[in-house]
């Protein structure tokens, strides 16, 4: 008990930390954004821009601070601890009610494709001449789409699974 105990505390730190670094590149990127017009990381939070903006971005001085060091190797860092440590914290707590639930830990791997791949498609876009068609921008949305609804998906069921591992701890002591 005490062993499992550890593991949580430890599991929760590690998400905690994930988050406190998703939140430190978050304002690196704010201030870098801040010296340009454009808003900070639009292609990545928002679904209100089209390819002409895009390509605005992509001829702009900006487009080398957004690929390096803002989505290579800022923002995989960031999304390797994020689907990394839910990940694991998901498989260990719920592994601890049921194995059968131990397959939501796949939630945060579908996050860390999903933005992976938005960012290389992103970082590719972003190179000139900007020679890609329109339609790639619905590529693109469709892949912040899915990063969202996952990375969302993926903080419920941790947090549900951290609250299930905190109800059966009691539980366990009495048995």
């Given at each position: 008990?005490?062993?499992s105990v550890g593991i949580s505390i430890g599991l929760l730190l590690a998400v905690?930390?994930?988050?406190?670094?998703?939140?430190?590149?978050?304002?690196?990127?704010?201030?870098?954004?801040?010296?340009?017009?454009?808003?900070?990381?639009?292609?990545?939070?928002?679904?209100?821009?089209?390819?002409?903006?895009?390509?605005?971005?992509?001829?702009?001085?900006?487009?080398?601070?957004?690929?390096?060091?803002?989505?290579?190797?800022?923002?995989?860092?960031?999304?390797?601890?994020?689907?990394?440590?839910?990940?694991?914290?998901?498989?260990?707590?719920?592994?601890?009610?049921?194995?059968?639930?131990?397959?939501?830990?796949?939630?945060?791997?579908?996050?860390?494709?999903?933005?992976?791949?938005?960012?290389?498609?992103?970082?590719?876009?972003?190179?000139?001449?900007?020679?890609?068609?329109?339609a790639m921008i619905g590529v693109l949305k469709a892949l912040t789409a899915i990063?969202?609804?996952?990375?969302?998906?993926?903080?419920?069921?941790?947090?549900?699974?951290?609250?299930l591992w905190l109800y059966r701890v009691p539980y366990a002591r009495i048995n």
């Open positions: 008990m005490v062993r905690i930390a994930a988050f406190g670094l998703f939140w430190l590149v978050g304002n690196y990127a704010e201030a870098r954004f801040a010296e340009s017009s454009f808003k900070s990381r639009f292609p990545e939070k928002t679904f209100r821009y089209d390819a002409d903006k895009l390509r605005s971005l992509a001829s702009s001085s900006m487009r080398k601070t957004y690929i390096v060091p803002v989505l290579f190797p800022l923002d995989l860092i960031v999304m390797l601890a994020l689907a990394g440590s839910m990940g694991v914290a998901i498989w260990y707590w719920l592994g601890q009610a049921s194995p059968a639930w131990t397959w939501l830990a796949l939630i945060p791997l579908i996050y860390l494709i999903s933005d992976l791949a938005e960012d290389c498609l992103l970082a590719w876009m972003l190179q000139p001449p900007n020679a890609w068609p329109d990063k969202l609804a996952s990375i969302l998906a993926s903080v419920v069921v941790t947090a549900s699974a951290l609250l």
